[in-house]
Structure formats: structure tokens, C-alpha cells
């Protein structure tokens, strides 16, 4: 590591593993998506020189909080994907590093390892439109064909969201312009 406080520990490495019935590919994409859920203050810059050598520029100091604030972000991005049951283990390791010729400069480094297992994903079993308006209700279900919702799709606030835009472009262009997503 270069430009790191020295007689501070700071944040070596950061390691995200999923667990659980996911398929390889399905382990690998949520592992990805959450180590970017990770707070800014528990990501340690590393820069690859010629694509063989790797080296930790600037390495945040660690503070518990912000694993604790990282554990929080993963479960908000669970959550959103249809996950509610998670299960999310940190495990922190220290390591020190001395060195001879300049003890002053010893490096204390922390090794920060999530294991979540996100548990049972919520999946659509049906679904249905209710609008209290008789004619958005006539055309909402001329175009429930259309719909991005379909039964045994994983829940996901997003698809929730794009299924409600698709309905407001729709009855925008039906003439209903004082529609909005809410």
C-alpha cells in the first residue's frame, strides 16, 4: 500500500461471499452488485499496473460504523430484490506488518469479510389491478397481456416500478395527462 496513516489501521481488503441455493452465476452477479453496495470509507483504491502488479493507493482508515453502515446498504439493495430474510455475517481480520529499518512506518492492516446468505427470494404467484377509476381500470386490463409482471417472476422493486410507468405512458396516451406514478 502507498499513502497510507501511519500507527492507523486502514482497510486492506474487502471480500464479499454469497451462500445459499443460487446458482454459480447467480452467486457471482449479487456478489458483484453487492460490494457495490459498500460504503465509500470501507472501498480501498487499487490500481493494477500493467494489469500483473496491484497496489492500495490512499486505504481509508477503518471505523466499525461503516461496516456497520455497509451491512445496512447490502440489506437495502436485498430487500429491493425480493430477498427479506437475509442473513449477513462480517468478519474483521487484522494483520500487522513491520518492518525493520523503519518501524515507524509499520502498516496495520484490515481484511473486512462479508458472508451473506440472502435466503428464499419472493416470487410473484399473481397479481392483479385495482383502480378505483372504472376507465383506467378498463384500460389497465385491455393491456394486462403487456404487463412485465407474470407469475413466477422474482419480486423486484424495479419491475414493480417499470410495470407503473408502462401504465402511466399508457393512459397518457389514452388522454388521461393529469396521471402520475404516484
Partial sequence: PRKYQY???FVFAVNVKVEGNL????KKDLAQKLSNQLDDSLRPQVI???GVYRRVMYPPVFDTANVR???GFMVALLNATGYFNPAIKDTIRRDTVRFKRHPERSEYRVTVDFTVNPGKQLRLDS???ALSTPPLQALAMQSINQSLLKKGKPYSKQLMS???D???TLFHNSGYYKFSKE
Fill in 162 to 164: 417499470d410495470d407503473l
Fill in 23 to 26: 446458482s454459480p452465476d447467480d
Fill in 7 to 9: 500507527h492507523q489501521p
Fill in 48 to 50: 493494477s499496473i500493467a
Fill in 127 to 129: 397479481f392483479a389491478y
Fill in 69 to 71: 453502515r455497509s451491512i
Fill in 166 to 168: 408502462r401504465l402511466v
